[in-house]
């Protein structure tokens, strides 16, 4: 285990491979429905199936990605030949997604959209898995790792804005949200930073903390394991409330905003602060959590998250009384993302206290599916919602601003709601058979 500390273009380096996986995926996130459904023409309740669907396929393919980074032995290392040759696929089939052939019967289009969509989710799982097993690797300082968390954060934040904000005036170069040229231009330039970011990360960021278990291990007995780590079924049942509540958020906010607020322009600003907050909670999240714990600081973040919602449905007629109250609410939960990539690492210092070995692929698989789970919840349930109200973007109702708008604020609301309950299991101390690295798991320091 090296003591070496990290430099910051490696912790640069590793925070900017988040964007370079998540750029395409928030664009996804936030204007694939829209696209689907608005532009293409597909049907509402279609395309809820092909996310949902699609989604929970990620169940066998994560975990496999998980073994295999724990398999992997090469002279890159274990994680980072995965960023190599996942970089190029991953920016070629994310522009692929957002040019459904308008000429082709809407079966066709049906299908194109679940395969080229199902594909960017298989290489996402490819990238993703590893990007998160490296972290552990990286450092098993708890300062560093804060700050590594830290970076991830302000990555994830920079791809967040770069795609929603950023979308709307490239949208607007191509006539509006309504012409498929605007989508594929913003697919074709986000494609390239993000694999500018992917490289990035393969060339500067090394592992250094690995153990010298064997590479062929059995699976089932270890997937037990995994499963008896109470870190981790935390950590997986927190990222997968959050990640309904994400992608919830990230794919009823232009509808919000557009048939709710009667106000576009609103995207713009709604849209990145979803994560976008997560810029400045990147420089504070490492102070507070350090302060006051995980389990501690998610409670009061989550908790005061919630009381601004149940605040913005009476001050709707002030836009911007409830832009500032819903950026505050937003970087009240940035805080804890932060805290949910220490989580994650954390539990692999968890798992290796209490039975030996670490598996960081087959830990990091785990919680990635439960956000792939968690954004395929989330998502699709926004577009049943649609569809159950006979949503018509040419003749809104009534009945339909009203789901939309209920959806918004009660689903919310709830899904903080229970993430607090999630965290506080949290444990509080090592288990019994730990000799090492000092976790993070506590109440308040």
């Known amino acids: 285990m090296s003591g070496t500390r990290l430099q910051f273009s490696e912790k640069l380096s590793y925070g900017f491979g988040d964007m370079g996986y998540s750029l395409p995926y928030n664009m996804a996130s936030g204007f694939l429905l829209l696209y689907y459904v608005n532009v293409v023409g597909l049907p509402a309740a279609a395309v809820g199936t092909i996310f949902l669907v699609a989604r929970l396929m990620d169940a066998v393919i994560d975990m496999g990605v998980g073994i295999a980074v724990d398999r992997t032995r090469s002279r890159w290392g274990r994680t980072r030949p995965y960023f190599l040759f996942t970089a190029l696929p ?129 699976i089932l007995p270890e997937i037990g394991k995994m499963l008896r780590n109470r870190a981790w079924l935390v950590s997986f049942l927190f990222c997968l409330v959050y990640f309904v509540r994400f992608g919830g958020m990230m794919a009823i906010t232009a509808y919000f905003a557009i048939d709710v607020m009667q106000a576009p322009w609103m995207i713009g600003v709604m849209l990145p602060a979803v994560a976008g907050m997560l810029l400045l909670s990147a420089f504070v999240a490492p102070t507070i959590l350090a302060r006051t714990g995980i389990r501690n600081g998610c ?36 805080v804890t993302t932060t805290a949910a990539f220490a989580m994650i690492a954390e539990t692999v210092d968890y798992h290796e206290a209490q039975f030996g070995v670490r598996r960081e692929g087959l830990l990091s698989a785990g919680v990635s599916l439960a956000t792939k789970v968690g954004m395929a919840l989330g998502t699709a349930g926004i577009a049943f919602i649609l569809a159950g109200v006979d949503y018509d ?38 288990p019994r058979k730990a000799q090492g690295a000092q976790l993070a798991l506590d109440g308040a320091a």
Do not use: H
């Open 299 to 334: 409670v009061a973040m989550l908790g005061i998250a919630a009381l601004l919602f149940a605040i913005l449905p009476l001050v709707e007629g002030q836009p911007t009384v409830f832009l500032a109250i819903y950026v505050t609410a937003c970087l009240a939960t940035s």
């Open 393 to 430: 973007p040419a003749a809104v109702t009534d009945g339909a601003r009203a789901a939309i708008r209920w959806s918004y604020y009660g689903g919310i609301i709830t899904l903080l709601l229970v993430q607090i309950g999630i965290v506080l299991a949290w444990p509080g101390a090592q």
């Open 90 to 218: 991953y920016a070629l089939l994310f522009v692929a997604t957002f040019a459904v052939p308008a000429g082709w019967s809407q079966t066709a289009q049906l299908a194109y959209a679940f395969i080229t969509f199902k594909l960017l989710g298989i290489v996402m799982s490819f990238g993703s898995i590893p990007y998160s097993a490296l972290l552990p690797m990286m450092s098993s300082d708890r300062s560093d790792r804060l700050k590594l968390g830290g970076m991830r954060s302000i990555g994830t934040s920079v791809g967040v804005v770069l795609g929603t904000a950023a979308v709307q005036p490239i949208l607007a170069a191509y006539g509006g949200e309504k012409q498929p040229g605007g989508y594929l231009a913003a697919a074709a330039i986000f494609s390239v930073l993000s694999m500018i970011c992917i490289l990035a990360l393969f060339r500067n960021c090394q592992e250094r903390v690995v153990d010298d278990a064997s590479a062929r291990f059995p």
